[in-house]
């Protein structure tokens, strides 16, 4: 029987069919396709595309429409340009031959330059905050329809600052939580990047709702992902831990908008994060 870790990477590593063409298929859970997942296929579809010496630093892609899992998904890789430089690769990922998701991804030849970076918050090491599991595998019980993600798997979580998902008071938008996948990965960094492509968006839309006495499992919230934008900064693994700090400056007119930056344990910023998301306030009835 296959590992958690290796049935997450068999959904998140499309499956070739031609030069350009690729599929990518879903679990069947949540009832919606994670955009999370869409994010990692159309990375791996591209990876895929260009020249092992190249090395992916930025992504910018727009949400259309919602997944269904129980159809398969066939990204189209564009090779719009192939540089001295940099590899620029457009992805439209489609269902039923209609866009769910497009993006821009861009690869470029490692070299050396000049450095610096902000500094990681002060937070408690991971070893010192209790992971989500029991907590979401508790709730998954008692609220079935509102706690939409499995709860066991290969990401382990640690949220430094906890909220009650059920009954949220309003708080600071900002966020810290450790995330680790469990099991080994191996060197492939371009594995690493599929995994945090992924990774990256937990966290986003729910910090923008943390001023507000809702979270993303309140009936009165129509939540979703609008668009995303991820930039990888250094190397970096996805098997030891990466702090997620995330913060949202701004929410109006029905969109929260929401940032995160990737730290080691060590204090090294690896990725950032932006994200604007649909957080639409349904009527009382």
Do not use: C
């Amino acid at each position: 029987m296959p590992t958690d870790l290796e049935k997450l990477l068999n959904y998140l590593e499309v499956e070739a069919i031609d030069k350009y063409l690729f599929i990518g298929r879903s679990p069947k859970r949540p009832a919606r396709i994670f955009g999370g997942q869409v994010l990692a296929q159309s990375l791996n579809a591209a990876i895929r595309t260009v020249p092992e010496d190249r090395v992916a630093h930025s992504l910018h892609g727009y949400f259309l429409r919602p997944g269904d899992p129980a159809k398969q998904i066939v990204y189209e890789v564009d090779p719009i340009r192939d540089g001295r430089s940099f590899t620029t690769r457009r992805v439209v990922a489609k269902q039923d031959g209609r866009a769910i998701f497009n993006t821009a991804i861009s690869f470029q030849l490692p070299e050396e330059g000049l450095s610096h970076q902000s500094t990681m918050p002060d937070v408690p090491p991971p070893e010192e905050v209790p992971s989500e599991e029991k907590e979401l595998a508790e709730l998954a019980k008692k609220y079935p329809d509102q706690m939409p993600f499995p709860v066991t798997g290969p990401i382990e979580r640690r949220r430094v600052e906890s909220r009650d998902r059920m009954k949220p008071q309003p708080m600071e938008p900002v966020q810290n939580m450790w995330f680790r996948i469990k099991g080994e990965v191996g060197d492939d960094f371009r594995r690493h990047q599929t995994l945090l492509a992924y990774v990256s968006d937990f966290g986003l839309l729910g910090t923008a709702l943390y001023p507000h006495p809702f979270s993303s499992n309140s009936r009165r919230i129509q939540a979703a992902s609008l668009d995303h934008a991820l930039w990888f900064h250094r190397p970096f693994r996805l098997d030891d831990y990466l702090l997620y700090n995330l913060d949202s400056p701004n929410a109006s007119a029905g969109r929260g908008f929401s940032r995160g930056s990737f730290y080691t344990r060590d204090g090294l910023l690896v990725a950032s994060s932006a994200q604007e998301a649909l957080i639409r306030l349904r009527d009382d009835d």
